[in-house]
């Protein structure tokens, strides 16, 4: 990173990314402990789902910034 500005927007996106993470994994635990019926298999799912694209979108943020 070449600028202060660059460092805090690259720190900032991947904090945010982050916290959108563990709401969405938070979400699929409560849907886990306390869901009822058959929806509660499709719903976790696709929540997995979600974290999974997440943490590759993250990875993929963190990887690509220069050094």
Request: aromatic share 12%; with cysteine.
């Amino acid at each position: 990173m070449s600028s202060t500005l660059e460092f805090v927007t690259v720190t900032k996106s991947v904090g945010y990314l982050i916290a959108i993470g563990f709401i969405i994994a938070f979400v699929a635990f409560w849907q886990l402990a306390y869901g009822r019926g058959k929806g509660r298999l499709i719903t976790i799912a696709i929540l997995s789902y979600l974290v999974v694209g997440l943490a590759i979108l993250v990875g993929s943020c963190v990887a690509m910034t220069p050094r």
